[in-house]
């Protein structure tokens, strides 16, 4: 277990990319469940339990079509099972170490929260676009425009179906 999270810290510091990591149906299964519960805590704070439940697997299932259709449209469906672990587990990993922050940010609004909350989210977006490079085998700013384009559809989606989302932010 300590290597699998060494190997995610390396990807989510731009160390090792998804091409690093085990292409396993049992760690992809593991990841969802890690990145579930791990969200699940983030979602929990603002939302009932069966509201954030439904929301924490719509961004499972948003992240998995994602890798799925980029890869596919690209013609490098191999590379899916690596792709979505590595989007999977570095999400899980930068929303743990964001968690602090966003519960203060819900519960007291303060600046420093939200300096922080920010600066998450800027290194998500690093994270993800350092992801699809490799997975896509382009330059990193092409994968940066990708990783944004996803990342902006994706809020649209949760708001859409989700509208308290969109309210309460």
Do not use: C
């Not at 983030?42 to 509201?51: L, P, R, Y």
């Not at 439904?54 to 449209?73: S, T």
Request: net charge neutral.
């Amino acid at each position: 277990m300590y290597e699998l999270i060494k190997l995610f810290y390396q990807i989510v510091i731009f160390q090792k990319g998804p091409q690093d990591v085990p292409a396993s149906r049992w760690l992809l299964r593991l990841l969802i469940l890690v990145y579930m519960a791990i969200n699940f805590l983030i979602v929990n704070i603002s939302t009932d339990t069966f509201n954030a439940l439904l929301q924490v697997g719509v961004e499972v299932l948003l992240i998995i079509a994602f890798a799925w259709v980029l890869l596919a449209i690209a013609g490098k469906p191999e590379r899916f099972r690596q792709t979505a672990m590595a989007l999977l587990g570095s999400d899980a990993m930068i929303s743990l170490f964001a968690l602090p922050a966003i519960a203060s940010l819900i519960g007291q609004g303060n600046v420093l929260a939200l300096v922080v909350v920010v600066a998450m989210m800027l290194w998500h977006w690093l994270v993800t676009g350092h992801i699809l490079r490799h997975a896509l085998s382009q330059p990193f700013i092409f994968a940066l425009g990708v990783a944004f384009l996803y990342i902006l559809a994706s809020y649209q989606v949760m708001a859409f179906l989700f509208p308290e989302l969109a309210n309460n932010q």
